[in-house]
Structure formats: C-alpha cells, structure tokens
C-alpha cells in the first residue's frame, strides 16, 4: 500500500459520520456537474438509444402489427443503459489512472469508495435520463399503451440495470490504457448488443448464437426491462442473480487490480 493510499485512509478512519457522508455526497455532486460540463460524453450518451428508437422502433415500425414498437423500448432501453456504465466508468476510470488524477483522488483525506460511488451516481442518473426519454418518445409517439406501474418498473429496471455495467467498465478502465479504452469498450459493447438480440429478436437470430445469449448480461436485462413492460415471462430471479453475481465478480476483480496498481 502506498505512503498516500495510507495518509489517507488514517485522515478518513476517524471522521465523523455526518463529514462522511458530506464528503460522499460532495463526490457524487462534483462527477455530476463534471459531466454535465462535457457535452462530448453526455449527448452521445443521451441522444444515440433514442435516435436509434425513432428510427428503428417508431419510424420503420409504425404501421406494424403488434407490439413492435413496445419490444424495441426495451430493446433500445438496454442498448442505452450499458453506454454510461462501460463509458462512463471504462473509459473515464482508464484516463484519469494514466493522468494521474487517481493517485491524486487516493491522497486526499476523502472516503476510498466516495470516487467509484460519483461515477455509479452519475451513470444511474443518465440511465434514468435515457429511460425517461424513451418513454416519453414510446408514449407520445409510438402511442404505447403503458400504464404508471409498467413506466415505473422500467425506469427502476434502467437506473439499477446499468451497475453491472459500471462494475463491467471499471474492470477494464483497470486493464487497458486511456487511449485504447474507447475502442475496447466499443469492441465489447456493440458485439455484445448484437448478440445479445437488442438489434434484432433472439428468435431470428441463428441457432448457435441462441445458445449462448444467456452468457451476457445484456440478455438478462432486456429480459427484466421486457417483463417490466408487461412482455415476456422469463424467471425474475434467475436473470437478477445472474446480473448480480456478474456484477460482484467484475467489481472484485476491479477492486483487486486497483489495490495491485498502487
């Protein structure tokens, strides 16, 4: 462990619990504004699933039968939910570990969890940005019939969903380097949404790749966000143990790289 690792942990190991707390919440706030201030993360992150929508699950599928436009809410819901949680810790957890910005964080007399808790905030509020908006577009555009318990359930399902990601992403900002960080999440996100059947329904896709859909976590997902629309009949608990043991595994062996890194 390092001198600055340990000078932090001894000013943090007597603070009181409301300065805890404050110093938590003051982490959590300051990655808000700081993403807020870069549009270059956010807009993508916000406006690329809900194009996708309009396009894909309104435009092209207005005048088909059934719940089409429904199917692809979730579908596109999922797609959106995994974009802050791999980029937003991947990418940015990557970055500030090769600029130094981590090692700074670690020698502050602050909380160790208040730096990874920010970014789990900040990604659970743009899934719930993301989710909101899809909503809206489904309700008002693609006259989705939905009622407050369906909508709730999928922006619960959305906000919780993307921490599995986060754990996914802060795995690999641990690995790989800033500047390959981007074009590694990519390699891992779109893949993983294809054969997951976000882009197109399981049911059509080929046999092989069937088989193994239930090894990603996406699949799980869109098959909470589905039940949470009231489609689909798939074993709630089965798809939210996997979610979880997935996400603690990620999240320990992340943890562990971090504590080797110094």
Not at 151 to 159: E, K
Not at 229 to 253: P, T, W
Request: positive net charge; aromatic residues 8%.
């Amino acid at each position: 462990m390092s001198i600055t690792a340990i000078d932090a942990k001894s000013l943090t190991g007597d603070m009181p619990l409301r300065r805890l707390l404050g110093a938590y919440l003051a982490e959590a706030r300051s990655e808000c504004v700081r993403y807020l201030r870069a549009p270059g993360f956010l807009l993508p992150v916000l406006l690329f699933p809900t194009m996708f929508y309009l396009l894909f699950g309104i435009v092209i599928h207005q005048n088909a039968e059934g719940d089409a436009a429904r199917y692809l809410l979730a579908s596109y819901g999922v797609f959106g939910v995994m974009s802050p949680g791999l980029f937003g810790f991947g990418v940015s957890l990557a970055m500030e570990r090769e600029n130094g910005l981590l090692t700074l964080k670690r020698a502050l007399p602050m909380p160790p969890g208040a730096y990874l808790l920010g970014k789990m905030v900040m990604a659970m509020l743009s899934s719930g940005v993301i989710a909101v908006l899809l909503l809206a577009m489904a309700i008002g555009l693609a006259h989705v019939p939905l009622d407050a318990a369906q909508a709730g359930w999928f922006l619960a399902t959305s906000m919780l969903g993307v921490l599995p990601f986060c754990a996914l992403g802060m795995l690999v900002g641990t690995l790989v380097k800033g500047q390959g960080a981007p074009a590694i999440i990519n390699i891992i996100y779109l893949p993983m949404s294809f054969l997951s059947g976000l882009w197109i329904p399981l049911p059509l896709l080929p046999s092989a790749l069937q088989r193994i859909a239930p090894i990603w976590p996406s699949a799980h997902l869109q098959a909470l966000a589905l039940r949470a629309l009231g489609m689909g009949h798939a074993a709630v608990g089965s798809n939210v143990a996997v979610l979880l043991i997935f996400g603690l595994a990620c999240f320990a062996l992340a943890v562990r790289r971090l504590r080797r890194l110094g």
